[in-house]
């Protein structure tokens, strides 16, 4: 056993079991820390040990070790304690506070309360509960627990958060993983997030630029946040007004959002709940269904693509040859509002639920008018015996007779007759 003060001190230990204790003073150095050995260090002491599945107990505050693959011990209310080295296992206590650099050091948080910064590095392992760990530009880590504060300095950083609840993470460019059943906050902006398997929460306080992939995860996000989802069968609540989010494709998307600009590529499938929202699709294969709601504004329906609207729905969709459906009388009365039939007569009739909107065709004659309305598929009972080669679908038929006015002939034309009449 060995006690040395003052500094600059050469120690080392020979067989097993050795013990060293610096008492302050900075310079030292102590060689052949190995299993078994120990080494403590007193306050404000400066070391370089050297060895490998050693002890090292950093027993007050200021200490500064340069030491790797050892394991490091602390104590209650360690202050500015300095770390570097690589393979290091750190175990912390109550309100510790370290700077480690390096890399591929494992650092067990035991309480709430406690810091770590991470000066640069890669494979850095934390479990920690309710504590705050910073890093600086391009440091790599995972965090395991809850309830944490990550801070990511610079960019070019990459945590992975695997499982728990309740983090608070600040990051602007840089890259972030999550297990299923993660849930955290993000603040910052152009950051890449992938959120893995499902059940994954992930909260955007704000900010611009973020890339999300996920699928069967839930997104939130604050007023005046920006971002674009790849993936499919995720919720997305936009809060507040002016948000504006991107779908890079996927189905079973279910946003929510009031006042937001959404716009989804091609081949994309999702539903729409809120009002004034301004949504652009895709140009092929893109389908939007409207969940009630006033003040939509729909953009590039064209060729191939789909907008449903269920429920009482105020839109305005543009485009050229993409088709629109509706659903429930009072969207069915919204699309022929003007055409000569008022809303009790939609409800009496009964229409199917898939009559293609009338708002983009020229206005139809009254119902005087001898001829068909072009809007709709002809009208006529369902099909009996005598016309069962009748290959028509649902669209225009109803087993209730149809509303007053309407010509004897749109009623009496023969199947054939009909195809090719309807429009």
Not at 225 to 236: A, E, H, K, L, Y
Not at 358 to 373: D, L
Not at 397 to 422: E, F, I
Request: proline share 3%.
């Amino acid at each position: 056993m060995v006690n040395a003060c003052g500094g600059n001190d050469t120690v080392t230990m020979l067989g097993t079991n050795g013990y060293v204790g610096l008492i302050g003073g900075s310079g030292d150095v102590v060689n052949n820390d190995n299993s078994g050995d120990y080494v403590n260090l007193t306050a404000n002491t400066t070391a370089t040990i050297n060895g490998a599945n050693g002890g090292i107990g950093m027993l007050a505050s200021g200490d500064n070790v340069i030491a790797s693959n050892e394991t490091i011990n602390t104590v209650a209310n360690d202050a500015n304690e300095t770390l570097t080295g690589a393979g290091d296992a750190v175990i912390g206590t109550a309100n510790l506070s370290m700077n480690v650099a390096g890399g591929n050091d494992t650092l067990d948080l035991l309480t709430a309360g406690e810091y770590v910064g991470l000066l640069g590095g890669s494979g850095y392992s934390v479990t920690a509960v309710g504590d705050t760990i910073d890093a600086a530009a391009n440091t790599s880590l995972t965090v395991a627990g809850g309830n944490d504060s990550v801070g990511l300095g610079g960019s070019g950083d990459s945590l992975g958060l695997l499982g728990g609840t309740g983090y608070s993470v600040t990051a602007i460019g840089d890259t972030i993983t999550a297990v299923a059943n993660t849930s955290l906050n993000l603040a910052g902006g152009n950051d890449s997030i992938g959120l893995g398997g499902s059940a994954d929460s992930l909260g955007l306080t704000g900010g611009a630029g973020y890339l999300i992939t996920a699928i069967g995860d839930t997104i939130t996000a604050l007023a005046s946040t920006s971002f674009d989802v790849t993936g499919r069968n995720d919720n997305i609540a936009l809060g507040g007004s002016g948000d504006s989010l991107g779908l890079l494709g996927g189905s079973g998307y279910a946003v929510t959002g009031i006042g937001d600009t959404i716009a989804a590529l091609a081949n994309t499938s999702f539903n729409l709940a809120g009002g004034s929202d301004t949504i652009g699709l895709g140009n092929a294969n893109t389908s939007l269904s409207l969940l009630g709601g006033v003040g939509y504004v729909v953009g590039n329906n064209n060729t191939t693509d789909q907008v449903n609207l269920t429920g009482t729905v105020t839109a305005t969709v543009n485009g050229s040859g993409g088709s629109v459906g509706v659903d429930e009388i009072a969207a069915i009365y919204n699309a022929v509002s003007g055409r000569g039939i008022t809303q009790d007569e939609a409800r009496r009739s009964n229409w199917s639920r898939s009559i293609r909107a009338a708002a983009s065709r020229p206005n139809s004659p009254t119902p005087a008018s001898p001829t068909c309305w072009p809007s709709f598929r002809c009208w006529k009972r369902r099909p009996t015996a005598s016309i069962s080669g009748c290959n028509w679908r649902t669209e225009g038929r109803s087993s209730s007779p149809p509303p007053p006015g309407w010509p004897t002939s749109c009623m009496q034309l023969p199947c054939s007759r009909c195809r090719r009449r309807r429009s």
